[in-house]
Nanobody
Framework: QVQLVESGGGLVQAGGSLRLSCAAS????????LGWFRQAPGKEREFVAA????????RYADSVKGRFTISRDNAKNTVYLQMNSLKPEDTAVYYC????????????????WGQGTQVTVSS
């Protein structure tokens, strides 16, 4: 069992930066892929980024590639999402997810989810 708690969301102007954190509890944290997803108002939840258990492999949605960076610190049971050059279209609730055995964009493979943190980017 893994519990996930996101933090770091907020209101930022376009072009600004935010760093999201996801603190995890559970004995198997370091064994799982960790991912970030987001859901904008009126839209379906979509994949943002994922990182392997070792932190060596990552994958990004095309819409955030080059602007967002995912990282993890297994000693702190925490995964991060550094978001730079933010755009109004990045406005969404961001969710941390875990449980997938491999890097995947399919959210059904992730069995554990946080409660989400709101990111709002003003133009």
């Amino acid at each position: 069992q893994v519990q996930l708690v996101e933090s770091g969301g907020g209101l930022v102007q376009a072009g600004g930066s935010l760093r999201l954190s996801c603190a995890a509890s559970g004995r198997t944290f370091s064994s799982y892929v960790l991912g970030w997803f987001r859901q904008a108002p009126g839209k379906e939840r979509e994949f943002v980024a994922a990182i392997s258990w070792s932190g060596v492999r990552t994958r990004y949605a095309d819409s955030v590639k080059g602007r967002f960076t995912i990282s993890r610190d297994n000693a702190k049971n925490t995964v991060y999402l550094q978001m730079n050059s933010l755009k109004p279209e990045d406005t969404a609730v961001y969710y941390c997810a875990s449980g997938s055995p491999y890097i995947a964009t399919d959210q059904t493979l992730y069995g554990y989810w946080g409660q989400g943190t709101q990111v709002t980017v003003s133009s």
